[in-house]
């Protein structure tokens, strides 16, 4: 039998390849792909699941099997991953194009994932389109890196990482002060004391403890579905499973008559599905400014102080040339900058950073993370930097470690 033909595509993110998925899945193969002519396609990526999970918010109609029938939305992004491939690949497609498939994946599920594919595409062709040049799969032939709307080939896999890293890296600068010193909340921030979370039969968390104080810089890290937004939720007020738990947050005790607004106000919460909830017809200097009045949109004329101090951020973050751009015009990269500067602009207590590096690419994940680090080095906040992974280059003082286990995962620092 002929091998079949396996592709790797590298994206940057200031180019999109949807009009590109999208003739290939009308049938209509661009140049050079017409093997694909006629064939039956179908997409496993981020954007198949977020329409997945829209349609049962909205309508209640969701056609993936789940375990015990669950709602996607509730399950982590393993599960959510796992519950996709068995739903397209019942469609019987001749090929599939995956979109960053090990985003938000841990390294086990990586490869586990990765192995599964080696041996798919023994019978199917698979594209992968992908951001992080390591994702690239070993057992590919052809290989390609959009530029603008084109693809330009690549003789192998070698010759396209060398072109990712000559590509240009964006270098971080200085952190812009707080228009008011932060308030002063206390030593500790959050407090934790033997939580333990249920959600009917599965144990989630088992005897949690763990203190967050003023200044530290935080990772908390754990494989898919150990509970870390389950965690997350108990400190932004989203989860209703902190009640009757033994949890401090800034000096009160959870429970005992604060607002969520209340808690609101001392943080700052970023994480990537963020982006997708601004309608994005705000220029950037706005968007920047609303982070301040803790408001989706700006209500207010904003001050002249208000308008140095956006702008100073978006010198810090590269982005002052498109100062007057409105964000939706913004690739996903820029976008996430954006969000995490907004996040960042006043300075808040206790600063909560979820995945912020999911699905950037190589050149945006150091930015990225050049910024975080030096925001928490240089301000007075606290940070809690949630992944799957370690993140390189990442210098968090201090790691929170979720393991499953199973009575619910443990906690461990260090
Ligand atoms: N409302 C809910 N109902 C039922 N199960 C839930 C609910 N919320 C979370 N879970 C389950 O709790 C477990 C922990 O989920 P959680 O989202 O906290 O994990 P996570 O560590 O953030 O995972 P990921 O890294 O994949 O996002 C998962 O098995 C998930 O299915």
């Known amino acids: 039998m002929a091998t079949l033909p396996q592709i790797t595509i590298y994206r ?108 798919l595409s023994k019978t199917m062709i698979l594209i992968q389109i992908i951001s992080r040049i390591t994702a690239a799969f070993h057992f590919s032939t052809q290989f390609y890196a959009f530029h603008h709307t084109l693809l330009q080939p690549f003789t192998s896999v070698q010759e396209l990482h060398h072109y990712v890293l000559s590509t240009k890296n964006i270098q971080a600068i200085t952190i812009p002060d707080p228009l008011f010193s932060p308030k002063t909340l206390g030593e500790e921030l959050v407090s934790f004391h033997k939580v333990s979370v249920s959600f009917g039969n599965k144990k989630v968390l088992h005897q949690v403890d763990w203190t967050v104080k003023h200044g530290e810089f935080w990772h908390l890290v754990g494989p898919n579905g150990s509970g870390k937004s389950t965690l997350l939720q108990m400190i932004t007020g989203d989860s209703t499973k902190a009640y009757g738990q033994e949890i401090y947050l800034f000096n009160k005790q959870k429970g005992t008559g604060e607002s969520v607004w209340e808690i609101k106000k001392h943080l700052g919460y970023f994480t990537a599905s963020m982006t997708t909830t601004f309608r994005g017809y705000d220029n950037l200097i706005h968007m920047l400014i609303a982070g301040l009045h803790d408001a989706i949109g700006l209500y207010v004329k904003p001050t002249e102080t208000e308008i140095r101090l956006a702008m100073s951020w978006l010198r810090t973050i590269g982005l002052y040339p498109k100062r007057e751009q409105q964000f939706r015009q913004l690739n996903e990269g820029e976008k996430r900058l954006l969000m995490t500067a907004r996040a960042m602009i006043k300075h808040p207590p206790l600063l909560i950073l979820d995945e912020p590096a999911i699905g950037l690419d190589d050149r945006y994940t150091k930015l990225l993370v050049d910024l975080i680090n030096t925001f928490a080095e240089k301000s007075k906040s606290a940070l809690i930097y949630v992944s799957h992974k370690q993140e390189k280059g990442l210098t968090p003082k201090y790691r929170l470690t979720l393991t499953p286990t199973p009575q619910g995962s443990k906690a461990k620092v260090g």
């Open 12 to 119: 940057p993110l200031e180019t999109s390849p949807d009009d590109w998925v999208a003739s290939l899945m009308a049938k209509n193969p661009p140049e050079g792909f017409h093997f694909l002519h006629q064939k039956k396609g179908c997409v496993f990526s981020m954007a198949t699941l977020d329409k997945y999970i829209d349609n049962e918010e909205r309508y209640g109609i969701q056609p993936l099997e789940t375990p015990n029938d669950q709602a996607l939305k509730t399950m982590s992004s393993g599960e959510q991953k796992k519950a996709l491939l068995t739903h397209l690949l019942q469609m019987e497609p001749d090929f599939m194009v995956l979109v960053d498939p090990y985003d938000n994946l841990d390294t086990i599920s990586t490869e586990r994932l990765k192995r599964y594919f080696h041996e």
